[in-house]
């Protein structure tokens, strides 16, 4: 009955809490993504592609704060799978231009779908208020982290 007592009063530290939340999280949205044998930062990179018009890879680095070394690891993954292509700018043959290639796009969609099951699952305890909430509390606490002000996240 020891182990217990701590127990009970982590349960009322939100750091704690969030840890574990977080720790749940992760672990069911990278299982989702193992489907298509992405990582999370595969996704952000499929997502950014998705929403731009052919970036090129320091655009892509600059924008989602990921460092060129690890960049060039995601794209590699990417293009293996034939989900993005990297090409020579015409104009200018020191910068690669990356595209979201047909397969990208289909899986994209196909992770989508299985992500909003995911967080729909996930979030089933909560009613629509409360995920709403949730979603403007958490976005207010990543605001404040050197992450979201583009400072070291490289995973």
Known sequence: MVAQEPARGLANRPGFLLSRVGTSAQTGFKNVLAGWEIRPLHFLVLMALKAASGPSQQELCRALS?????????????????????????????????TLMPAGHAALSQIMTAVEEFDNQFLEPLDEIERVQLVNLLAKLYSATTEAHGQGYTQ
Do not use: C, F, P, Q
């Open 66 to 98: 990921i460092d060129s070394g690890n960049m060039v690891e995601l794209l590699d993954r990417l293009e293996e799978l034939g989900y993005a292509k990297r090409t020579r700018d015409a104009k200018d043959r020191r910068r690669h231009v990356m």
